[in-house]
């Protein structure tokens, strides 16, 4: 399913979201940011593995012409419980396609609130924000924050090292279950 | 009481953690709250529960049990929302309490360079002699988070 490209809301104040799943947390992403919403099946025949030491939330590539597109599994990302993910979230703008449970729905938030100050660590990276929705507060997730510069040296390091990866497309392929 | 005398005292917000108490100056507490629904999501800042709701705010939820009694509390009976500064910033956080609050007025005798960070002072009150917290050393922030330790990278998130 390819989206179509995101309209301008027509009131400065409302930015449509996504809300979705990942082993039973609600996230919310700006749906501006996401390029492409694919079954996790229908992905996995084009994709190859990849194994980068230490990040382990990252074990299969796509290749896109002439781009690399990793597959962020969002549960190993965040510290949950590890999920299989069904649906394949393509990030505009970035080399990250978020492995993720399911889709909530689509809405529209107001406001966004700036995450507290309290939260010092790795969720600044993570999160663009929060909003609160029906008396729920969902954390709003930062399109570039899934992979870091450092972490995309490592990726990159470990693509060289798997050799020429439209070979590797052809045979290392993971075939649809 | 002398005039210098009365200028001496201070207002502090006594609260009751467990078996113990701990005082905070009354200009730093926001508000005294019923328990309400704690939304919990991925991170990895240590003592973070979660936020809360209040009046449109979203209120980050910090369990402090631990680091004044070494053990955590899992009883609650209200959430004192204390004013917390980063630099020139405040933010409003809230701590559980297991019991009722209590306004006094009391002499605080300032904290020595022994003491915890997190002691702005001491004060006697009732025949106990109760520590004055200093909430933005007690309270997670960007300035700790440099100066660590810090949460392990690769561990799970705090639910």
């Given amino acids: ?177 | 009481m002398t005039v210098s005398a009365e200028l001496e005292l201070q207002s502090f917000v006594l609260l009751r953690l467990g078996e113990r108490r701990f005082a905070v100056s009354a200009g730093q507490i926001a508000e005294l709250v019923s328990p309400s629904r704690i939304f919990r999501f991925p991170h990895r800042t240590p003592r973070l529960e979660g936020v809360i709701l209040r009046r449109g705010r979203i209120v980050p939820v910090c369990d402090v049990s631990e680091m004044l009694l070494e053990k955590r509390l899992t009883s609650r009976r209200f959430y004192l929302i204390a004013v917390r500064n980063y630099g020139t910033q405040r933010e409003w956080v809230a701590m559980p309490v297991t019991g009722e609050c209590e306004l006094i007025n009391a002499e605080m005798m300032a904290a020595v360079e022994s003491d915890a960070p997190h002691v702005a002072g001491w004060l006697s009150h009732g025949g106990e002699v109760i520590e004055v917290l200093n909430i933005d050393a007690l309270t997670p922030g960007p300035e700790q988070a440099l100066a660590g330790p810090t949460a392990p990278r690769r561990v799970e998130a705090r639910l």
């Avoid at chain 1, 400065?12 to 501006?32: C, N």
């Avoid at chain 1, 100050?117 to 930062?142: K, M, N």
């Fill in chain 1, 1 to 177: 399913m390819r989206l179509a490209a995101p309209v301008k809301p027509s009131s400065a104040k409302t930015e449509q979201i996504i809300l979705f799943r990942i082993s039973g947390h609600l996230f919310a992403i700006s749906s501006a940011s996401v390029q492409e919403v694919r079954s996790a099946d229908s992905m996995s025949g084009a994709a190859t593995e990849i194994s980068a030491p230490g990040l382990r939330k990252v074990r299969r590539v796509l290749r896109r012409g002439d781009r690399s597109l990793f597959i962020v599994n969002g549960a190993m990302h965040f510290g949950l419980h590890a999920a299989e993910g069904t649906l394949l979230f393509v990030l505009r703008k970035t080399r990250t396609a978020l492995l993720i449970d399911g889709i909530e729905k689509m809405t529209s938030m107001t406001r966004l609130q700036a995450l507290p100050l309290s939260f010092c660590h790795e969720e600044r990276q993570w999160y663009r924000g929060l909003t609160a929705l029906d008396q729920t507060v969902i954390p709003v997730v930062q399109p570039e924050g899934f992979l870091s510069s450092e972490e995309l040296a490592l990726l990159d390091a470990a693509l060289l090292q798997t050799g020429n990866p439209d070979d590797e497309a052809l045979e290392g392929a993971i075939p649809a279950p």
